[in-house]
């Protein structure tokens, strides 16, 4: 969390820009979960590699390094041909990086509650 320490210290004591921050990163990951679990539904491996891209850049900005690792996995593994294995990989890569991301929320909350 190097790089949310780095943003702490922007913050000059008033929580109020880490706090906007946290409070955007916890809505964009929740609104684009729900677009993953969408385009899974549709196995539409193009839309979830995109969305990936998208977090992985979103949570890397934060310091949520973990996730944004396992996002850029989601969008390496997705770029691949729809097959059976690659929906399974995804999938699972889907369920370790929601479990990821609910760890560096609660972190993130007891940090700077929204």
Known sequence: MEIFNQIVELDDGDS??????VTEYLEQVDS?????DQSMETKDLKQISQLGHFLKGSSAAL??????????????????????????????????????????????LEYCPT
């Open 63 to 108: 310091g949520v390094k973990q996730v944004s690792l396992t996002c850029e996995k989601i969008q390496n593994t997705a770029k691949g041909t729809p097959t059976d294995k690659t929906i399974e990989e995804v999938t699972s890569l889907l369920k370790r990086v929601k479990e990821e991301y609910g760890a560096a929320k609660i972190w993130l």
């Open 32 to 36: 684009t979960f729900n677009e993953m």
């Open 16 to 21: 109020s820009f880490v706090s906007a921050m």
